[in-house]
């Protein structure tokens, strides 16, 4: 519970249930403190801060007037779900949120029986409340499906996807446009909320559908414009026509925060009878707290901060991020070759090209919320001769992958593909973590793949994959800070598919890619030290394989372990295929992949999640004496 806060409505309420016993007068007043209380929780945790306080007067609205849980209220992202979290029962839990074993920072079903779906990625809700609906039309259910979506998600194509369809069935859907970037169609103040109000209500939509009867019996012609006259009429002076076009009964734009004009209209859309519903609400980020209204972006997440000066806390970094690594080394290659650009898929700081934008503004394109499109865009630039670096998270690059297949693996196009966020995340939980693009591009012909160690490595892959022209490449770093090696002028061309060898040895080999070289070696010193000699390398290219030295340390050494931070069916596979189809197996080698479990792993620092799944240096060692037998490492502890 906040000790900060003066909050007596919202000490009142625990489940919407309870909100929904208060009159709607007090509601501004719940709304207040809802606000000041996501404040002050947040300034003491960290995390996502403006999405949810742009939201807050439409979640007491939500809530106030649909019956959740059994209406279902969705939220796209779910990063701006924290006000939805307080009202539903979690409020002395968000002390906890972020961290190990305590909330998720996303909607999440296992979390709550308010949490209908869960999210972590941009543009879902409304394909999963259409699914919800009819679901709910198939099992004869009267129930409403309420998805919101906002903050940027309406500019992915499932999005447009989902109403396209939604508008052919007809469903009875209600989606909530949280415009809290750039409005489609400015308010106009009282006259445009006093339009939405009017277009929602019974009385409108009555004589609506009566004129929609009546002129179903005009020849076609007639009824076509007919049509159009009233859609335009009410786009003249609402907007929304291409949501009519999608089939969708368009409200709006309305205050977002402003309770008298969002009760009634909900109020309106509730009551409606078939087909699905826009509502079109203009709130803005960061509503309420000075700093974050002044810059949304740096307050859409946010570390633990000072209320009174909002100056957040920052842990002070002994080597510099891999993201700025990246960013300065690009820039750098860029200085030497004007055929390089660079995409993001709307999340230019986050990938460090807020930086190259601001040097090479003419060469930098943020596509939106839209991997798919920024993957082929990407294809299209380099068909024409241009080098184009498209920096995207692991975990969005998953969105993009039938274009990395179809349109740019097997035109063998040079698109470069810088993977930020590889491996584990901490706060931000599985939906996140970079688990799986090794086992997704290595399987593809002719894609070169490689893993930084650290951030003189990343420099390194930035310059090789700036000058590769022959065929797909890509690279993978973590997030956070690198290690604090010493750092070249300039990055150096890496030979294709050539390892580097940290540490001789003659019994055990310890092949790790990424970011797990530290705790290798740290593994060796300790095996070494019971008189096992070990071998240890920094694999840098999963694809193409070092051939030539794997082939060699299975031939010299007794036992070999690979290590990676990612999904089984990735780099150990890789090594593992090549040692079977090539009988190097057959000798008796005791070969030990170590990978991320065969699961999910849950939020927590990074350094917890990486023990959990066991890629930490005492889980190599503990692999390596398994690989030896009980006997062995008896007689070695000897």
């Known amino acids: 519970m906040a ?67 059994r209406d279902r209220l969705i939220w796209d ?18 002390k906890t949120i972020r961290q190990e074993g305590g909330l998720s920072g996303f909607a999440k079903r296992a979390e709550s029986e308010y949490d209908p779906f869960g999210a972590g990625h941009s543009s879902t809700s409304i394909s999963a409340g259409l699914g919800m609906a009819i679901a709910r039309d198939l099992s004869e259910g009267s ?35 949280n415009d809290n970037d750039m409005s489609i169609a400015p308010p106009t103040g009282a006259m445009s909320s006093y339009l939405a109000r009017l277009v929602s209500g019974k009385t409108y939509r009555s004589l609506r559908d009566r004129a929609k009867n009546i002129t179903k019996h005009l020849p076609a012609p007639f009824r076509e414009g007919a049509r159009r006259t009233e859609e335009y009429t009410r786009a003249f002076f609402t907007g929304g026509t291409l949501f009519e076009e999608l089939g969708f009964y368009y409200v709006g734009p309305i205050d977002g925060h402003d309770l008298t004009h969002l009760l009634p209209i909900l109020k309106n859309v509730r009551d409606a009878g078939a087909g699905p519903i826009l509502v079109h609400v203009v709130t803005k980020k960061g509503k309420g707290y000075e700093p974050a209204e002044s810059s949304a972006d740096k307050y859409h997440g946010v570390s633990k901060f000072d209320v009174i000066t909002g100056a957040q806390s920052k842990s002070k970094a002994n080597a510099p991020s891999y993201t700025g690594v990246f960013a300065e080394s690009l820039i750098q290659e860029a200085e030497h070759d004007d055929r390089i650009v660079a995409v993001n898929a709307a999340m230019p700081a986050g990938t460090g090209l807020d930086k190259f934008g601001a040097r ?54 040079p698109v470069r593909f810088a993977i930020d966020r590889a491996g ?22 002719g894609m070169v793949l490689m893993a930084a160690s650290d951030e003189a490595e990343l420099k390194h892959m930035v310059r090789t994959a700036a000058a590769f022209d022959e065929g797909p490449i890509a690279f993978r770093y973590p997030r956070g800070n690198g290690v604090g090696v010493e750092m070249p002028s300039r990055g150096e061309m890496l030979e294709i598919g050539r390892a580097r060898v940290m540490k001789e040895g003659s019994k055990v080999a310890i092949l790790s890619l990424g970011t797990r070289l530290a705790d290798a070696m740290a593994a060796a010193r300790e095996l070494d030290s019971f008189g096992l000699s070990t071998t240890v390398v920094d694999a840098r290219f999963v694809k193409p394989l070092d051939t030539a030295l794997i082939g060699r340390l299975a031939r010299e050494h007794e036992v070999l372990v690979t290590v990676e931070e990612g999904a089984v069916g ?45 890629l930490d240096t005492k889980a190599i060692v503990d692999t390596v004496f398994r690989a030896l037998g009980e006997e062995a490492k008896r007689q070695l502890q000897a």
């Open 360 to 413: 090479f503004p003419d060469r930098t394109f943020d596509v939106g919320i839209a991997e798919q499109h920024a993957v082929t865009f990407c294809a299209g630039l380099a068909s024409e001769g241009y080098r184009p670096f498209a920096a995207i998270y692991s975990t969005f690059l998953q969105r993009g992958y039938d274009q990395v297949v179809h349109d740019v693996a097997i035109q063998n196009l």
């Open 570 to 614: 990735g780099f150990g596979s890789q090594v593992m295929q090549f040692l079977a189809m090539t009988g190097l197996l057959d000798r008796g080698l005791k070969v030990r992949p170590i990978a991320m479990p065969d699961r999910f792993v849950n939020h927590a620092s990074p350094e917890a999640m990486i023990r959990e799944a066991g």
């Open 77 to 94: 992202v779910s990063h701006q779900a924290y006000p939805h979290k307080i009202l539903t029962g979690r409020r002395e839990l968000m």
């Open 424 to 445: 584990f995340v901490g706060a931000d939980g599985p939906t996140h973590a970079g688990s799986f693009d090794v086992g997704f591009l290595a399987s593809l012909p």
């Open 143 to 177: 129930n409403k499906v309420v998805a919101v979506i906002g903050d940027g998600a309406m500019s992915a194509g499932m999005a447009y996807e989902a109403m396209n369809n939604a508008g052919a069935l007809d469903a009875r859907l209600i989606v909530i446009l």
């Open 3 to 69: 000790e900060t806060t003066n909050t007596p409505l919202l000490d009142q309420v625990r489940f919407p249930e309870d909100l929904r016993g208060l009159d709607e007068e007090q509601l501004p007043q719940l709304a207040d403190e809802l606000r000041s209380d996501l404040i002050d929780q947040i300034s003491r945790t960290g995390g996502h801060l403006g999405a949810g306080l742009g939201v807050v007067e439409l979640t007491v609205a939500l809530h106030y007037v649909f019956d959740t849980p």
